[in-house]
């Protein structure tokens, strides 16, 4: 049984798929860093505070903090989620596209 475990953990798909993921979740930061560091404040310098947290539907305001709302639908943060899921979604969508014609340029 141990052989065949061993042989299972050595075969090439799994080596290439646990490479990949660990890859994939390096890149993430750095995709992750270029929205949040770079694009996200240059679209606050043209459209304002990219930030839809306090939008709130329902809830009441917090006694202790009046600038936070409790309880509702918080509708905001999802709409950041979203924003921020097509940012992402764009800029490796760009970034695939790069090299994509890099790779074009080298054949």
């Not at 141990?2 to 993430?28: C, Q, T, Y």
Request: aromatic share 8%; proline share 4%.
């Amino acid at each position: 049984m141990w052989k065949d475990f061993k042989a299972f953990m050595l075969r090439g798909d799994v080596l290439a798929l646990a490479i990949a993921v660990i890859i994939g979740g390096a890149f993430s930061k750095i995709v992750d860093s270029l929205v949040t560091d770079v694009i996200t404040p240059i679209i606050g310098m043209i459209g304002g505070n990219p930030d839809f947290s306090s939008i709130v539907i329902g809830g009441k305001v917090d006694p202790a903090d009046p600038s936070k709302v409790v309880g509702g639908i918080m509708v905001g943060n999802f709409l950041n989620a979203v924003i921020s899921f097509i940012t992402i979604g764009f800029v490796l969508f760009m970034m695939v596209r790069a090299a994509g014609k890099k790779g074009e340029d080298i054949k």
